[in-house]
């Protein structure tokens, strides 16, 4: 899903998991956060991290770094540093790459 941009079938992937009982795993939020994030459906991503989707997987800097990405590339740079801070506040270390994404 990630790889061919299909942001709408990985979100409908973790749905219909979720529907049958399964909890994701941190694999498969990062796969559909990244699928959002290389459609520019920075929105969505945004929304797998703070939504039921990804309820209970342990957020970590790769997931909030590929989050992070889709707003930058649509110049929503607020929210890019909005997510930055929460990472911190979240306990979540930053790498070379959230910063750099919160300083574009």
């Keep these: 899903c990630s790889r061919g941009h299909q942001w ?11 529907d049958e009982g399964l909890l994701p795993d941190v694999i498969a939020c990062s796969t559909a956060v990244t699928a959002c994030q290389r459609s520019f459906q ?3 991503a945004a929304e ?8 209970g997987v342990q957020i970590d800097t790769t997931i909030v ?12 740079w607020s929210l890019a540093h909005a997510l930055f801070a929460k990472m911190h506040d979240d306990g979540i270390d930053a790498n ?9």
């Excluded at 770094?65 to 707003?71: C, E, H, Q, T």
């Design 8 to 18: 709408q079938l990985a979100i409908q992937m973790l749905c219909s998991g979720l």
């Design 42 to 44: 920075w929105k969505w």
């Design 48 to 55: 797998l991290l703070g939504g039921s989707q990804c309820q």
């Design 65 to 76: 770094n590929a989050i992070m990405s889709a707003p930058a590339k649509g110049s929503q």
């Design 96 to 104: 070379s790459i959230s910063c750099g994404l919160a300083l574009a």
